[in-house]
């Protein structure tokens, strides 16, 4: 089955708080109409971890992103407000051997915290997930207790495993490296040949 953008995926039951107000969270499936609300909460999220330089998608690069199947963007909504996202991509893992759901954000906005948004958002994606009885795998930062008991309280298994990142910079100057030696290696054959038999 594929979910079209706006399917409802969650919609808890209404709540009244002490002081009488009635509030309800849906969970909604992004389209590419919703591609500035989660670049906004992208940015969000990563200005609150310190990493906002890293961000470089545009709200043009999330409208293409949001066309495609593979990408899933999940809103949660408190009384018709966007109060959070989770976000990941169906991609195909090599040691599985099929597709995986590759979870990459979740994030509520601090005014909706500890009101069961990241908990609908999850059940959302996990009704994603079950369509195609994939795995969901994320990482979560070491420094993140109160991230490693909220997934343990889902039941996901924790591993510690270094992520590592090869930028292009970075790759291009090994490939570089490389290459001079290769060429030296070259000069310096060509500058001593070896005897023929």
Same mark, same amino acid.
Request: aromatic share 6%; proline share 3%; glycine share 6%.
């Given at each position: ?8 995926? &969650?919609?808890?039951? =209404? ?11 849906? &969970? ?42 593979? &990408? ?9 407000? =966007? ?44 009704? &994603? ?11 979560? %930062? ?25 930028? =292009? ?15 030296? %290696? ?8 070896? =005897?023929?038999?």
């Amino acid at each position: 089955m594929t979910l079209q953008p706006t399917t409802l995926l &969650v919609r808890d039951t =209404p709540r009244t708080d002490a002081a009488g107000t009635t509030s309800q969270v849906a &969970v909604l499936r992004a389209g590419v109409e919703d591609a500035d609300l989660v670049r906004t909460m992208l940015i969000e999220l990563a200005t609150h971890e310190r990493t906002a330089h890293a961000v470089h998608s545009t709200s043009e690069d999330w409208q293409r992103m949001l066309g495609s199947e593979a &990408v899933v963007v999940l809103i949660a909504y408190l009384d018709d407000e =966007p109060v959070g996202y989770v976000s990941g991509i169906r991609q195909l893992n090599l040691w599985v051997g099929h597709d995986i759901l590759a979870m990459d954000d979740l994030y509520v906005r601090a005014e909706a915290r500890d009101r069961g948004v990241g908990n609908m958002l999850m059940a959302a994606l996990a009704e &994603v997930a079950s369509q195609g009885d994939l795995l969901v795998t994320w990482g979560v %930062r070491s420094d993140n207790d109160a991230g490693h008991r909220f997934y343990q309280r889902l039941g996901a298994t924790l591993r510690t495993k270094v992520v590592a990142s090869w930028r =292009p910079e970075d790759y291009r100057a090994h490939l570089d490296a490389a290459h001079e030696r290769k060429g030296q %290696r070259a000069h310096e054959a060509s500058q001593h040949p070896r =005897p023929q038999r």
